[in-house]
């Protein structure tokens, strides 16, 4: 039987381990005999096995995104030139619908920030009424979005509205918005 003190000192170590893995990983291994000692010792030994696993998969999940985005390579340069050729192509994408109350439809919230960018890049400042309501009644949740996001960029100069609305244009997750990606 571990004396007081020696079971002190593995509980100690297990707080002082805090979010290093090799201390706590070190602590855990230093306090294995407390799993034969009921009460909050053992659970505190319990807690930072959990802790320990939770670390891991953070720090799995981080070298996965680090290894996507070298994948991806250096990001390219977008060019104002580019607007004119691909604006007029996002409305035709196969865009997923999300169904509202009373039937009503609308689409992921990247279409509506690329449909704001659009009209600043065109257009320039929203200066229309907010819509409310539907031709056929009810509320107007598509025209209500779209009013919505282009009123968030006001103030946005015409040319950083179209570079911003090439990049997302290229750079947004198909998969979620999208049926089939046809960019």
């Given at each position: 039987?571990?004396?007081?003190?020696?079971?002190?000192?593995?509980v100690k170590?297990?707080?002082?381990?805090?979010?290093?893995?090799?201390?706590?990983?070190?602590?855990?291994?230093?306090?294995?005999?407390?799993?034969?000692?009921?009460?909050?010792?053992?659970?505190?030994?319990?807690?930072?096995?959990?802790?320990?696993?939770?670390?891991?998969?953070?720090?799995?999940?981080?070298?996965?995104?680090?290894?996507?985005?070298?994948?991806?390579?250096?990001?390219?340069?977008?060019?104002?030139?580019?607007?004119?050729?691909?604006?007029?192509?996002?409305?035709?994408?196969?865009?997923?619908?999300?169904?509202?109350?009373?039937?009503?439809?609308?689409?992921?919230?990247?279409?509506?920030?690329?449909?704001?960018?659009?009209?600043?890049?065109?257009?320039?400042?929203?200066?229309?009424?907010?819509?409310?309501?539907?031709?056929?009644?009810?509320?107007?949740?598509?025209?209500?979005?779209?009013?919505?996001?282009?009123?968030?960029?006001?103030g946005m100069?015409?040319?950083?509205?179209?570079?911003?609305?090439?990049?997302?244009?290229?750079?947004?997750?198909?998969?979620?918005?999208?049926?089939?990606?046809?960019?």
């Amino acid at each position: 039987m571990p004396s007081a003190q020696d079971v002190q000192g593995a509980v100690k170590r297990l707080e002082e381990a805090g979010d290093d893995v090799s201390k706590l990983l070190q602590a855990i291994e230093h306090a294995s005999f407390l799993d034969e000692i009921p009460g909050d010792q053992r659970q505190k030994l319990r807690a930072a096995r959990t802790k320990l696993k939770k670390l891991r998969i953070e720090a799995r999940a981080e070298e996965e995104k680090a290894k996507a985005r070298e994948s991806m390579g250096p990001q390219r340069e977008y060019k104002l030139s580019e607007f004119e050729e691909v604006e007029p192509k996002y409305m035709d994408l196969k865009w997923r619908m999300i169904s509202m109350p009373g039937g009503a439809f609308k689409r992921p919230p990247v279409f509506y920030e690329l449909y704001a960018l659009s009209q600043q890049g065109k257009v320039g400042d929203n200066d229309t009424e907010q819509p409310m309501w539907a031709e056929k009644g009810g509320i107007d949740f598509e025209g209500r979005e779209r009013w919505d996001a282009w009123n968030k960029v006001k103030g946005m100069d015409k040319d950083e509205a179209k570079l911003k609305f090439v990049r997302i244009y290229y750079e947004f997750e198909s998969k979620g918005n999208l049926y089939s990606d046809t960019r």
